[in-house]
Nanobody
């Protein structure tokens, strides 16, 4: 019903920048909060940043001041600008969206992308 596709991952040197993007498509009535999560090897998935439909943002302490989340409601996209990257930012980054599907009334469902790998070399 709803697909989230991430792009922008890759290999970057420490101190560098990378921009991730996520595009939502499918039977979408509206999208509430969108966000980025990440999972490093051997660790649990953790929140990186979220942004509401009114563009209220929330960041993990570890990325505050370095990462910026943004969204385009008309295009149904969310982006994550990552600056001053550190080796500890290495992870698979997942896009998340809380979506109200067409015909679902007010029921909100959680959708995830497949993830994109970001590797930061020291």
């Amino acid at each position: 019903q709803v697909q989230l596709v991430e792009s922008g991952g890759g290999l970057v040197q420490a101190g560098g920048s990378r921009r991730l993007s996520c595009s939502a498509s499918g039977s979408i009535f509206s999208i509430n909060t969108m966000g980025w999560y990440r999972q490093a090897p051997g660790k649990q998935r953790e929140l990186v940043a979220t942004i509401t439909s009114s563009r209220t943002t929330n960041y993990a302490d570890s990325v505050k001041g370095r990462f910026t989340i943004s969204r385009d409601n008309a295009k149904k996209t969310v982006s994550l600008q990552m600056n001053s990257l550190k080796p500890e930012d290495t992870a698979v980054y997942y896009c998340n969206a809380k979506v109200i599907v067409l015909g679902a009334g007010r029921h909100e469902s959680d959708y995830w992308g497949r993830g994109t790998q970001v590797t930061v070399s020291s």
